[in-house]
């Protein structure tokens, strides 16, 4: 049962037993070390201001960028000058002043 239709409470270690053994056996049995005592962490970013039209941003045409940032999003950053799909430059090197 795939985990958006799993009914709460989530037990994600099984639901995800087939992809963990497959990380297993690419990686070596050492690449994932469960830690079932650790509190869940529950992260929060909250949104100051939603834009009211939301402008794309694209760092290959304008490599710099800069605005305020208003809040986190999933993978967009949130600034007043318009929204970058972060995940996007996941191979890319990117600063923040």
């Known amino acids: 049962m795939a985990a958006c239709c799993a009914k709460p409470p989530y037990d994600l270690i099984t639901l995800c037993q087939p992809e963990l053994a497959e990380l297993k056996q690419r990686f070596g049995e050492q690449a994932l070390m469960p830690l079932p005592d650790e509190p869940v962490i529950d992260i929060q970013f909250p949104v100051d201001v939603y834009p009211a039209k939301i402008k794309s941003r694209c ?14 999003k999933g993978q967009y950053l949130i600034m007043d000058t318009g929204v970058i799909n972060i995940r996007k430059y996941s191979g890319y090197e990117v600063g923040f002043a």
């Open 59 to 72: 760092l290959i045409k304008t490599p710099d960028i800069s605005g305020v940032l208003q809040g986190i």
